[in-house]
């Protein structure tokens, strides 16, 4: 195979901006279908055998010495959000064949099939929910709610996978149970953690549980000279109430862990002399325990009731998402840890933050992740990167893990 660094830069030419923008790359837009086309003949050109299911997530197998036996899984994306970096997502991707690349030139003969896995549209870009292809084929997201959804286009999920040629039943996504013996995904880590403690490798524990609150508010819009504060329905500032609120809850919650956002808000008719008559806001709320995200959660939802009956404001509420963290398997973490003093490579065990399709796979299947650092913790940028030397490492420990993965039949 080209090494991993050449097939990344190559695989950034395939996005829908000026790459001094950074890269898009939008679920089954031409750049998508190019990418994937080119992970396609990287793939076949390591022999592997590919298969790609009903909504695009995309399996490449090398085969092993006893193919009955569940495989052994990695990977990860290359869908990426408007004006973002080269590496998150791809780096677990086309990591995994340059992983199994080195096993094959070592001339490493694997009991286990190992199988390099692409997932579907881990960003929420196009149709609003993040994780599509793992949420489907993890039993996360059933094949009825997936044709429910649509792009800000208004065209269906159905419709635009079938037109982009992927064109099975939703049905068959789902793996069945003892698919994967265990399941790693290698990943940038996203955040400033290993840079700032100069450690080559993060092993994850747990990824915390994140959840996404759509709220809609209607009062009533008037000339922002005529009408007298006491007869003001202002949605403006019942959305500004409720994101004080998200701050407030978050930050007095027993978990440390927990974090809320109000990351989108915006106002009609936004206008200076026009007092707001409609406020949208997206909510994202996070934790690593799933009783104290809940909790506040909760708690949220009862402040928006309290805050919009004081102020006469009309609300609706929409759960985008809310799913349990992952506790990843303490037996893979292990095995990793012990891997990568082997390499003499410095390493920790720590909680993922962001959520990845590896969230989805815990649920089925023993899983885990491999980060490595990122500079200054910047992501979903343009200036996103990690050294070759430091991608160099993640894939080396991530070919020693299926090494000794595929040999194992016990966790
Ligand atoms: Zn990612």
Known sequence: MENIHNALEKLATF?????????????????????RAYFLELSRDLGLEVKVDAIGNTFARWKGQQPDLAAIGTGSHIDAIPHSGKYDGTVGVFGGLAAIDQLQQEGFQPKRSIEVLMFTAEEPTRFGIGCLGSRVLSGQLSPASARTLSDPQGQYLNEVRKAAGFTGALDSVLLPDNYYHAFIELHIEQGPILEKEELDIGIVSKIAAPSTLKVKLKGEGGHAGCVLMPDRKD????????????EQIARSSASPDTVATTGILEIQPAAVN??????????????????????????LQDQIRYITGKRNVEHSMELLNCDPPAICDSNLVETIQNICENLNYSSKVMISRAYHDSLFMAQRFPTTMIFIPSKDGI?????????PRQIDKGVRVLAQTLKTLSSSFNL
Do not use: N
């Open 15 to 35: 996005s829908s901006c000026p790459s001094d923008i950074g890269v898009t790359r939008i679920l089954y837009t031409k750049e998508d279908l190019a990418a």
């Open 235 to 246: 949605a403006g500032c019942a959305a500004a109430e409720i994101a004080l609120a998200v």
């Open 379 to 387: 992501s979903h940028r343009p200036d996103e990167y990690s050294s």
């Open 274 to 299: 026009s007092i707001p008559k409609a406020a949208y806001m997206e909510i994202d709320l996070r934790d690593t325990q799933i009783e104290t995200r809940d909790k506040a959660l909760t708690s």
